[in-house]
């Protein structure tokens, strides 16, 4: 095996031409990421070269390169903010003492769980999206579809960096076992449920950027808390990447919106059937596509009650969203937060609040910040439909709807907050979720468009082109 050459292949400020170690422990994982690339990173497209942006350093300005690269060429780089000095763990029972640079002893099992199950979702999303190329509505969202898939793995490379400079051999197997676990897979899934789920289409490609995405950054944010100070600034770098992929979710939703409703209003018609003669996507179709990825992303926040949750706070190795804005003693001794449970009642039952320990429900505190940042967009799609005169608007679904995890798990609950029987739920199920002829209706409209400035029927351009490049520009050279 050739050696690398890494200032120049692995764009970095670890100082990685100078470390021997972490040259080694990289020299065995990065053929094996190539080769995970080749098998299960975006299908057919090795040989495109794509109009993709490359972290080169963290300069807010101009951290970014801009150009044309065949993906298997990427510079998959690793990036640290730049080190605050004198910070401190803000929070937990270590409050007060200095960030930790190395591993902390006692912390080390919990700290590497912490890592791998961030770690796990990276490659996962990449997998789940490796069909799509072959059905892009248009150059320019072919061309964030793969921004966002190496933009994953980049986050993979982040977090293995960690595996492989702070944990020794456990790490290195850590890091192995990332590219063995895969999406969907019956014996050696990945770790979380949403990323085990198929993303088939582009509408649920969106929607799973907008929604699961932002769920990445609320745990990016979380543990840029973190007192392990290596993990809290290369999770503040990444969240420099992460908003562009929700951006690509909202901005995406929101163009079928458009679409959808500039039909409606040519056809003057509200009836689903006739919308989708028209060729595309019906307003209740992409209401029931959002419950879906809602309350399945939700879900990823963990249980409502956990004890590991308190841990990792107390032991300041996970914080709050924005831990060091918020006004309190950051060690939450004594004070309680409100989570749902239902109550057995007749035929059905009732949701009713019970207050717990704060320390313990802290992932339903991260769910609840996350639910009322993915309102706002909610809310903008629905400016949309607004500005087009339609009298329809998209809403969240309640948090106990279609849970798996916690408490709500398996409860039946509408997505307006409604206990129903097992019967109902099962007799409406279809209103509420994607049905299978949703599915297929949504899926045999995805078809590639692959000519300059063209865009398939079912989705509107977008406002502007990437990097202040026009919407016609040559975004994906198919070669
Ligand atoms: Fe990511
Ligand atoms: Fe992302």
Not at 246 to 259: K, P, T
Not at 309 to 338: C, M, P, Q, V
Not at 399 to 405: G, H, P, S, T
Not at 410 to 417: D, K, Y
């Amino acid at each position: 095996m050739s050696a690398i050459n890494y200032s120049e292949k692995i764009p970095n400020n670890v100082n990685l031409s100078e470390d021997k170690t972490l040259q080694r422990a990289l020299e065995h994982w990065q053929p094996n990421y190539l080769q995970w690339w080749s098998d299960l990173g975006p299908d057919g497209s090795q040989n495109f070269d794509v109009y993709l942006r490359t972290a080169v350093s963290v300069e807010p300005q101009g951290w970014a390169q801009f150009g044309h690269v065949k993906m298997p060429d990427y510079r998959w780089g690793i990036f640290l903010n730049p080190k605050e000095e004198g910070r401190q763990v803000n929070f937990g029972e270590h409050k007060g003492e200095a960030a930790w640079q190395d591993v902390p002893g006692e912390h080390r099992a919990n700290l590497r769980r912490i890592i791998v199950t961030q770690g796990d979702t990276e490659p996962a999303s990449v997998e789940q999206q490796r069909h799509l190329g072959l059905t892009a509505p248009s150059q320019y969202d072919l061309r964030n579809l793969f921004q966002v898939n190496v933009e994953e793995g980049r986050h993979l490379w982040a977090m293995v960096y960690l595996l492989h400079k702070y944990f020794g051999r456990d790490g290195r197997e850590e890091a192995d076992a990332m590219l063995e676990r895969h999406s969907g897979d019956a014996d050696n899934p990945r770790i979380l449920g949403a990323f085990n789920e198929k993303t088939p289409d582009w509408l649920s490609f969106y929607m799973f950027t907008y929604f699961t995405d932002r769920d990445g950054k609320f745990q990016l944010c979380a543990l840029a808390e973190s007192g392990f100070d290596p993990l809290a600034r290369t999770t503040k770098f990444m969240l420099t990447e992460e908003a562009h992929h929700m951006f690509v979710g909202e901005s995406g939703v929101s163009r079928v919106i458009a679409r959808t409703c500039e039909v409606m209003n040519q056809l003057k018609t509200d009836d689903p059937a006739k919308i989708r003669a028209a060729g595309v996507i019906d307003l209740p179709t992409i209401q029931r596509y959002l419950n879906f990825h809602f309350s399945v992303t939700i879900d990823l926040f963990g249980a409502d009650e956990s004890s590991n949750a308190a841990i990792f706070y107390n032991s300041g190795l996970k914080g709050r969203f924005e831990e060091t804005k918020r006004e309190d003693d950051h060690r939450l001794h004594g004070r309680t937060y409100k989570v749902l449970g239902v109550e057995k009642a007749g035929s059905g039952g009732q949701l009713v609040e019970r207050e717990v320990p704060l320390l313990n429900a802290l992932n339903e505190v991260l769910r609840d910040d996350y639910i009322k940042d993915s309102i706002g967009g909610v809310n903008r799609w629905n400016k949309v439909i607004e500005k087009a005169g339609i009298p329809f608007r998209l809403v969240a679904p309640h948090k106990a709807f279609n849970r798996r995890i916690g408490t709500l798990a398996g409860a039946n609950v509408t997505p307006q907050g409604q206990v129903v029987s097992t019967e109902e739920w099962a007799a409406r199920h279809d209103d509420w979720l994607p049905s299978a002829e949703d599915r297929a209706f949504v899926a045999s409209l995805m078809g590639r468009v692959v000519d300059a400035g063209k865009f398939a029927n079912w989705i509107a351009p977008p406002v502007m082109g990437i990097n202040r490049q026009p919407i016609d520009f040559d975004y994906v050279r198919f070669n």
